[in-house]
């Protein structure tokens, strides 16, 4: 939905001036889709604006998923380092995992749960230091190994952190916004 609404909506300039990022975590960016939709712009540091934000989460032995099959490559960022880059970010890096029940309170919180990296061919993170055991796929159609239901959960903290950000970042910048009178 999130795309959808990028694309459908934000071609405007005036609505996409005002964009401080959109993240868009679970589903693929795709060059065609950034082709078609030129407003979709992917994330390429810590504090852009204007972007999106994607990534999608598997054990380092998945090699497919229907959210990401094999010969699609999506654009990606390293949720604990934001780089774009296949480079590894130890578990050190991440500042705390938080799990959620339904209504989004939070259940429990862990301390450098896990370090990640890009697969670079597929445009997917690749989450270290966890077994696909204790994180089961939880979607049919998954494969084990598919932590799709864990992207926020895993990087909760970070994500966090580079919300405001980014949201810092933006009000540095921003210019007034007129008066819609």
Known sequence: MCLRLLAEYF???TLKSRLVAAYAIGWPVTEALTREYP????????DDVGTVISFDCEAPEVTETFLNPAGQ???TINPLSWRTD???????????ACFTDYSGGIKREEPALCGC?????RG????TDVSPADYPP????LPEGAYHIYDYQFFFRNLQQNVRLRIDRCTETAEPIPDAA
């Open 124 to 127: 997917v993170v690749k989450v």
């Open 39 to 46: 407003q979709i712009v992917p994330a390429k540091g810590p």
């Open 11 to 13: 071609g405007d300039e």
């Open 73 to 75: 490559r999506a654009f």
């Open 86 to 96: 296949g480079v590894p970010a130890g578990r050190q890096e991440n500042l705390d």
């Open 138 to 141: 939880a979607v049919p159609g």
């Open 117 to 121: 990296y890009i697969d670079e061919a």
